[in-house]
């Protein structure tokens, strides 16, 4: 029962928060966006709005659609006093910061940014730890107001709050010289740890010197341009030749300039997609083959080529486009006709360069990537890379594309030539070295090095040549000289890791040459740094790359697993599952760090028909369940693919005893009713024609691992998800939607990240997955 002050001050809140919705909403393009808020929060109110309604062991980040580089902007926040909870944020990050962290201590990672001032502590905080109280001289018991100000001022590079009678000053300071001149975007974000806490924020002044005017007049006018464009292209107009050419390399100029700016990009490939799903655009380049033996047909056909490379980078949208209307038929032609064509050599080699380079972009696509498999179109590039009949470029791109396009089983018996081999080491040395590799017409940069390597290390022979070439020194210099960028260093940890199994599992240790390798590089120093990193997976491999040196230099690994016994006394006392009706004890698998190195496997497997790679739960236990006997009747387990669902810890019983993963909706079988998460589209917010009644998997664990909670259990945090079999052909595949704007996890792109089936007959709880970790002091 609410006492009369009570619901006074409640209604002064919700009148405050109505006049701010009602005096700025529409007149901002300031918003909260679910694609860049934790799956525990909620929007509303026309994007102003943030709301934390369950309960959660995380630390849960809204982060607004917009960034700046400069320019003066001031936010006016409403945050009433009894809707803050025990920790309240509000600041700015750069896009690096996930939405979504497990343990509320400590909420951020140190090599991720995000600078904000907590206000229920009334203390300032830079990437997790505390810098100074704020505002200065305040009782510690001082409470902020419910209206108050922040404003970024990035000209000046300060962050500072006041409220209308009184200034806090200067909270942040130098950050243009830090972020801003150096091109580095800053994000408004909000962070929410308890249930109940809501807040609303509004930009009243945006002083940009490249407004979103500009931005918008600058899309207006491409989009009348790229009308024009199509249209031309439709009518094939002859004497229009030299405007089409004009046109589109005015989109290849655009293509670099909006890159790094997320949201004009994706507005450009809509813009570019929804006038007729580039269907002018691929018409186009048939008609420019066809004519391809006249001069102005090259020119034609190399420029819209081009520009389907170059715009299907980086994302998912424009790819499929493309190829729904039959792109990769295009390709093959191509190829086809090239044999035949008399042309100069330079000009042939680019053709292919575009054309093989557009595939590379294209296959990072899994469901492209399956299409290109059907086609046989990797037979074709295998061709494309014999050294003596084709130019170095066409062979590096061809084996560049083929690193994403064969399944990891075919990888195996790929054996790259030498020549090509050392051309890599050569460019991927140069790249450490310089930020990247000019070859010809192209230029390679340290991912796409270490990406390359990284596919062509599933041989074993190319293991062994690579090996002779100090493979592993020049790995050492990236993770010395590349030690800003998580995803190089990951990269390059992954490659040591397919050399060191290698090793172990031809030497056992007997190989004096390898433990010199290791010795005179430093590389034992190297990693033992990297494992002292917070970021959680470069400590992991770090771990698993130390304990397989010792096994091919000392014979032994010296470690002890601490996982296995944790995961059964928390499943005996916390979960208090029957084990005889669901677990098949056998099976079980422990992958932590020390019982994955003593097995000595690889860091995924693939499973399924066609084959879908998927990484192992490393870091995880592994309970196995009894799988139905439908599912073994349709060998589940070796025609279905794998992928992971996380939870929270105290769902699991229920889920065990349904058997199976249900949809929203669907009623439990102790009377629970399944719904959407908070955040994520419902019956009542969704767009036109989605259906929010799917089951939810992923290939990724480290995607499935934002969806499971921490629970807090005798001083540690414990995860739980289910490993499950999912039927080939019944499933689709679509982007994450956690809003995190890096790669999550290197195997696999984010456009790819969910897999969504109406069929819950098609998905079986194949094992579950237990992450102890124990809590830092």
Same mark, same amino acid.
């Given at each position: 029962?609410?006492?009369?002050?009570?619901?006074?001050?409640?209604?002064?809140?919700?009148?405050?928060?109505?006049?701010?919705?009602?005096?700025?909403?529409?007149?901002?393009?300031?918003?909260?966006?679910?694609?860049?808020?934790?799956?525990?929060?909620?929007?509303?109110?026309?994007?102003?709005?943030?709301?934390?309604? %369950?309960?959660?062991?995380?630390?849960?980040?809204?982060?607004?659609?917009?960034?700046?580089?400069?320019?003066?902007?001031?936010?006016?926040?409403?945050?009433?006093?009894?809707?803050?909870?025990?920790?309240?944020?509000?600041?700015?990050?750069?896009?690096?910061?996930?939405?979504?962290?497990?343990?509320?201590?400590?909420?951020?990672?140190?090599?991720?940014?995000?600078?904000?001032?907590?206000?229920?502590?009334?203390?300032?905080?830079?990437?997790?730890?505390?810098?100074?109280?704020?505002?200065?001289?305040?009782?510690?018991?001082?409470?902020?107001?419910?209206?108050?100000?922040?404003?970024?001022?990035?000209?000046?590079?300060?962050?500072?709050?006041?409220?209308?009678?009184?200034?806090?000053?200067?909270?942040?300071?130098?950050?243009?010289?830090?972020?801003?001149?150096?091109?580095?975007?800053?994000?408004?974000?909000?962070?929410?740890?308890?249930?109940?806490?809501?807040?609303?924020?509004?930009?009243?002044?945006?002083?940009?010197?490249?407004?979103?005017?500009?931005?918008?007049?600058?899309?207006?006018?491409?989009?009348?341009?790229?009308?024009?464009?199509?249209?031309? @292209?439709?009518?094939?107009?002859?004497?229009?030749?030299?405007?089409?050419?004009?046109?589109?390399?005015?989109?290849?100029? %655009?293509?670099?300039?909006?890159?790094?700016? %997320?949201?004009?990009?994706?507005?450009?490939?809509?813009?570019?997609?929804?006038?007729?799903?580039?269907?002018?655009?691929?018409?186009?380049?048939?008609?420019?083959?066809?004519?391809?033996?006249?001069?102005?047909?090259?020119?034609?056909?190399?420029?819209?080529?081009?520009?389907?490379?170059?715009?299907?980078?980086?994302?998912?949208?424009?790819?499929?486009?493309?190829?729904?209307?039959?792109?990769?038929?295009?390709?093959?032609?191509?190829?086809?006709?090239?044999?035949?064509?008399?042309?100069?050599?330079?000009?042939?080699?680019?053709?292919?360069?575009?054309?093989?380079?557009?595939?590379?972009?294209?296959?990072?696509?899994?469901?492209?990537?399956?299409?290109?498999?059907?086609?046989?179109?990797?037979?074709?590039?295998?061709?494309?890379?014999?050294?003596?009949?084709?130019?170095?470029?066409?062979?590096?791109?061809?084996?560049?594309?083929?690193?994403?396009?064969?399944?990891?089983?075919?990888?195996?018996?790929?054996?790259?030539?030498?020549?090509?081999?050392?051309?890599?080491?050569?460019?991927?040395?140069?790249?450490?070295?310089?930020?990247?590799?000019?070859?010809?017409?192209?230029?390679?940069?340290?991912?796409?090095?270490?990406?390359?390597?990284?596919?062509?290390?599933?041989?074993?022979?190319?293991?062994?040549?690579?090996?002779?070439?100090?493979?592993?020194?020049?790995?050492?210099?990236?993770?010395?000289?590349?030690?800003?960028?998580?995803?190089?260093?990951?990269?390059?940890?992954?490659?040591?890791?397919?050399?060191?199994?290698?090793?172990?599992?031809?030497?056992?240790?007997?190989?004096?040459?390898?433990?010199?390798?290791?010795?005179?590089?430093?590389?034992?120093?190297?990693?033992?740094?990297?494992?002292?990193?917070?970021?959680?997976?470069?400590?992991?491999?770090?771990?698993?790359?130390?304990?397989?040196?010792?096994?091919?230099?000392?014979?032994?690994?010296?470690?002890?697993?601490?996982?296995?016994?944790?995961?059964?006394?928390?499943?005996?006392?916390?979960?208090?599952?029957?084990?005889?009706?669901?677990? %098949?004890?056998?099976?079980?698998?422990?992958?932590?760090?020390?019982?994955?190195?003593?097995?000595?496997?690889?860091?995924?497997?693939?499973?399924?028909?066609?084959?879908?790679?998927?990484?192992?739960?490393?870091?995880?236990?592994?309970?196995?369940?009894?799988?139905?006997?439908?599912?073994?009747?349709?060998?589940?387990?070796?025609?279905?693919?794998?992928?992971?669902?996380?939870?929270?810890?105290?769902?699991?019983?229920?889920?065990?005893?349904?058997?199976?993963?249900?949809?929203?909706?669907?009623?439990?079988?102790?009377?629970?009713?399944?719904?959407?998460?908070?955040?994520?589209?419902?019956?009542?917010?969704?767009?036109?024609?989605?259906?929010?009644?799917?089951?939810?998997?992923?290939?990724?664990?480290?995607?499935?691992?934002?969806?499971?909670?921490?629970?807090?259990?005798?001083?540690?945090?414990?995860?739980?998800?289910?490993?499950?079999?999912?039927?080939?052909?019944?499933?689709?595949?679509?982007?994450?939607?956690?809003?995190?704007?890096?790669?999550?996890?290197? @195997?696999?792109?984010?456009?790819?990240?969910?897999?969504?089936?109406?069929?819950?007959?098609?998905?079986?709880?194949?094992?579950?997955?237990?992450?102890?970790?124990?809590?830092?002091?």
């Amino acid at each position: 029962m609410e006492s009369n002050s009570d619901f006074d001050n409640k209604s002064t809140i919700e009148q405050s928060t109505k006049e701010i919705i009602r005096t700025f909403a529409g007149k901002t393009a300031f918003k909260w966006d679910n694609y860049e808020s934790s799956p525990n929060l909620e929007i509303c109110n026309l994007g102003l709005t943030v709301k934390k309604c %369950l309960s959660t062991d995380t630390a849960d980040i809204a982060r607004s659609t917009s960034g700046y580089t400069e320019g003066i902007h001031i936010f006016k926040v409403n945050w009433p006093k009894k809707k803050r909870g025990e920790v309240a944020i509000i600041g700015v990050s750069t896009d690096q910061v996930p939405v979504c962290r497990s343990q509320i201590v400590q909420i951020f990672d140190s090599n991720e940014v995000l600078l904000g001032w907590d206000i229920v502590n009334n203390q300032s905080f830079f990437n997790g730890n505390l810098i100074k109280n704020y505002p200065k001289d305040r009782n510690p018991n001082y409470a902020v107001p419910e209206n108050f100000y922040m404003i970024l001022d990035l000209d000046k590079g300060i962050l500072a709050f006041r409220t209308d009678d009184e200034e806090f000053g200067f909270c942040y300071c130098e950050l243009n010289s830090i972020f801003a001149e150096q091109g580095i975007k800053l994000y408004p974000v909000i962070n929410l740890t308890s249930a109940g806490s809501e807040v609303t924020v509004v930009e009243i002044h945006n002083s940009s010197h490249d407004p979103s005017k500009r931005r918008i007049g600058m899309l207006l006018e491409m989009s009348v341009k790229w009308r024009m464009l199509n249209s031309m @292209m439709i009518h094939k107009s002859s004497d229009k030749v030299n405007v089409i050419l004009q046109i589109i390399q005015e989109f290849l100029e %655009l293509n670099f300039m909006v890159r790094d700016d %997320l949201w004009m990009y994706k507005t450009y490939l809509k813009m570019m997609t929804k006038l007729d799903d580039t269907r002018a655009l691929n018409l186009f380049q048939i008609f420019s083959l066809t004519q391809i033996r006249d001069s102005v047909g090259v020119q034609c056909f190399i420029a819209v080529s081009r520009l389907m490379y170059y715009y299907t980078w980086g994302n998912a949208l424009f790819p499929i486009a493309l190829v729904n209307q039959k792109c990769l038929d295009t390709i093959i032609d191509t190829f086809q006709i090239m044999p035949k064509l008399s042309i100069a050599q330079d000009v042939k080699s680019e053709i292919l360069v575009n054309s093989i380079g557009l595939l590379h972009n294209l296959s990072k696509v899994t469901i492209i990537k399956d299409e290109i498999i059907r086609k046989r179109i990797h037979g074709i590039l295998e061709n494309y890379c014999d050294t003596i009949a084709y130019p170095p470029t066409v062979c590096l791109i061809s084996v560049m594309t083929l690193g994403n396009v064969l399944y990891s089983d075919n990888r195996q018996a790929w054996i790259v030539p030498e020549k090509l081999l050392e051309i890599l080491v050569e460019l991927t040395i140069k790249a450490i070295k310089e930020g990247h590799a000019k070859f010809s017409t192209m230029y390679v940069f340290p991912r796409e090095a270490l990406e390359t390597l990284l596919a062509i290390l599933d041989c074993a022979e190319n293991c062994h040549f690579l090996l002779k070439r100090n493979l592993i020194g020049i790995l050492n210099d990236a993770l010395i000289q590349l030690s800003n960028d998580n995803v190089c260093l990951e990269l390059a940890q992954q490659c040591l890791n397919k050399l060191f199994t290698l090793i172990v599992m031809t030497h056992e240790g007997k190989d004096q040459q390898y433990r010199k390798i290791v010795k005179v590089n430093g590389l034992v120093d190297v990693l033992k740094k990297l494992d002292e990193r917070d970021f959680n997976y470069l400590s992991m491999t770090s771990k698993i790359c130390l304990y397989k040196i010792q096994k091919f230099t000392i014979g032994k690994i010296k470690g002890e697993c601490i996982l296995e016994n944790l995961s059964r006394r928390f499943l005996k006392e916390y979960i208090n599952i029957d084990n005889k009706s669901y677990l %098949l004890n056998q099976y079980d698998k422990c992958y932590c760090p020390v019982c994955h190195s003593i097995r000595n496997e690889a860091e995924g497997v693939s499973h399924g028909i066609p084959p879908r790679y998927h990484s192992l739960p490393i870091g995880w236990f592994r309970f196995a369940l009894k799988i139905p006997s439908q599912a073994k009747s349709e060998r589940a387990s070796e025609t279905w693919h794998r992928a992971f669902h996380g939870t929270r810890v105290d769902r699991v019983y229920t889920i065990l005893r349904q058997e199976e993963l249900l949809l929203p909706g669907e009623m439990t079988a102790d009377g629970h009713r399944i719904k959407e998460l908070p955040g994520h589209y419902n019956n009542d917010n969704k767009p036109e024609g989605f259906n929010t009644k799917r089951i939810f998997v992923s290939p990724s664990l480290r995607y499935a691992n934002y969806y499971s909670p921490g629970k807090q259990w005798n001083g540690c945090t414990v995860k739980a998800a289910f490993q499950v079999l999912i039927k080939p052909n019944c499933y689709n595949i679509g982007p994450e939607t956690i809003g995190v704007k890096k790669q999550i996890d290197l @195997m696999y792109s984010n456009y790819d990240l969910e897999w969504f089936t109406e069929n819950r007959s098609s998905v079986v709880l194949h094992s579950l997955l237990i992450k102890i970790e124990k809590n830092e002091k």
